[in-house]
């Protein structure tokens, strides 16, 4: 299950440093290169609330493997793709399969696993593979890229999918929740999911008064607007009501939503850091990354052993303060920092203090929760991430840009010009110009952390009788 998680969060960045490659090879244009990436994000994203209750309805073993299995496939034919049109496609497919395997992939660790030690262990590996995952897509995409073939970030997938397949035989298929596909509400849930998180990325990229953009934004509200009320209605819900009726799983999804908009804006700004800033390649700046996940997966671990002793509010709250700590630390960065003494021990802290969060939210959100119930409360979880990593890098980005415009007005275009003439006086202006907007989304997303701190102190782990069970849950059609 920790591997079939590795591999779902490793594809949303092993793309990013070949997308370059990719370009060259099968004459991409500039448009249609970045929807590479964003296709996946966007169907990932959009269809994860649907592929949570499929598991609950359908068997979350057998559901899990489909996924798995269609991953493996559309892995295939993104590899060997002779054209953008083709490449797009699967990644598609990918992002679908994505959102059927996540959410069950947490659902069945909840029903292997009793609640307590046993569980919060596995909590820890499954939570390390988030930080792991992320940061050994860019690792393993340079590498990939640089010494094979841009082609391997895909066809790498096909055999880990086919040791995941062969290891669920000792998986049990557990509960089904009872009852139908929530049509109408996944229609609209969805709809206004891939429309939101479509109008973030277009308006990353085209601008926020943009009227396609606007129309996204229109579409996606009226959607979600309308969702709540069919699921209030509804004998077999998509998303159970009853599931943020408890304050502590409220809280744990907000503050999931907040780390991803600082996580994955974050990530954004220090490729960007390395690559242009500091001149490194795509293979040592993978490497580089290796600091962050090493705290994450160390920290998941002390995490999982901790949240048997204490309260989850002494975790978040602490962790997500050490967070906002690095992310000021990033702020300081300048042209000429050093990796050793400035940029490593900075994303380090930031790391600590975010591995330690993960296990403690997850295990909010599924303690109490009945099993017809968690793979909605799983998918949940992941989609606020999600949807909170494509804000996060829109906004942050956006004011990135901004900042460094004000500075020196086009300061990409300054950059590239200069590279491209050798007049290395214009590349040093860009070059503390884009520093400097990096510095400012470095504190943007220290602002956002900072919220977190308030919610883990003030909303999570509001009464100590969540931490042993939480309210009774009732299985749909058994009112």
Not at 61 to 86: D, H, K, M, T
Not at 247 to 270: C, E, K, P
Not at 381 to 397: E, F, K, S
Not at 440 to 457: E, N, P, Y
């Amino acid at each position: 299950m920790a591997a079939a998680y590795l591999m779902v969060v490793l594809d949303a960045t092993i793309m990013n440093v070949a997308l370059p490659s990719i370009q060259a090879s099968l004459k991409v244009s500039a448009e249609n290169l970045a929807w590479i990436v964003n296709a996946y994000a966007l169907a990932f994203g959009g269809l994860l609330l649907l592929g949570g209750r499929a598991g609950d309805l359908f068997g979350r073993r057998r559901v899990f493997r489909a996924g798995i299995a269609a991953f493996a496939l559309a892995s295939l034919l993104g590899g060997l793709a002779p054209n953008s049109g083709l490449l797009i496609a699967a990644r598609v497919v990918q992002g679908i399969a994505a959102a059927v395997a996540a959410p069950t992939t947490l659902s069945l660790i909840a029903m292997t696993f009793a609640e307590g030690k046993e569980r919060n262990r596995a909590m820890g590996l499954y939570a390390a593979m988030a930080g792991v995952g992320s940061t050994l897509g860019l690792l393993l995409g340079g590498l990939l890229t640089e010494y094979l073939d841009w082609r391997w970030v895909l066809l790498v997938n096909i055999p880990i999918a086919t040791g995941v397949l062969l290891g669920t035989v000792v998986l049990g298929e557990g509960d089904r929740a009872k009852g139908k596909l929530d049509i109408p509400g996944a229609t609209a849930g969805t709809a206004g999911l891939l429309a939101l998180v479509y109008a973030i990325t277009l308006g990353g990229e085209s601008g926020w008064g943009d009227g396609l953009t606007l129309a996204c934004f229109a579409a996606a509200a009226v959607q979600l607007a309308v969702f709540p009320v069919i699921q209030a209605r509804s004998r077999y819900p998509l998303l159970p009501p009853r599931l943020l009726q408890d304050r502590n799983r409220v809280g744990a999804y907000a503050t999931m939503f907040l780390i991803g908009v600082g996580m994955f804006a974050a990530f954004y700004f220090l490729t960007l850091y390395m690559q242009q800033v500091l001149g490194y390649s795509a293979v040592r700046t993978g490497l580089a990354y290796l600091p962050f996940s090493l705290g994450v997966s160390l920290m998941a671990g002390i995490g999982a052993k901790l949240a048997v002793k204490v309260p989850p509010r002494l975790l978040v709250a602490p962790g997500m303060a050490v967070a906002v700590a690095g992310m000021l630390w990033l702020s300081r960065l300048t042209p000429h920092s050093s990796y050793t003494t400035e940029l490593m021990p900075a994303m380090f802290v930031a790391a600590v203090g975010l591995g330690i969060t993960f296990v403690p939210l997850t295990l909010s959100v599924l303690r109490g929760v009945d099993e017809t119930d968690s793979g909605s409360a799983s998918a949940l979880l992941n989609t606020t991430q999600q949807v909170g990593g494509a804000v996060g890098l829109a906004t942050l980005a956006t004011l990135s840009n901004a900042v460094a415009n004000q500075r020196l007005p086009d300061a990409d275009e300054v950059y590239f010009t200069g590279l491209r003439t050798r007049d290395f006086t214009l590349v040093e202006r860009a070059v503390d110009a884009m520093t400097h907007g990096y510095a400012w989304g470095f504190i943007g997303s220290a602002l956002v952390f900072a919220v977190g701190v308030l919610i883990g102190a003030v909303v999570i782990d509001a009464g100590k009788r969540n931490r042993t069970r939480g309210p009774r849950q009732v299985a749909p059609g058994t009112e």
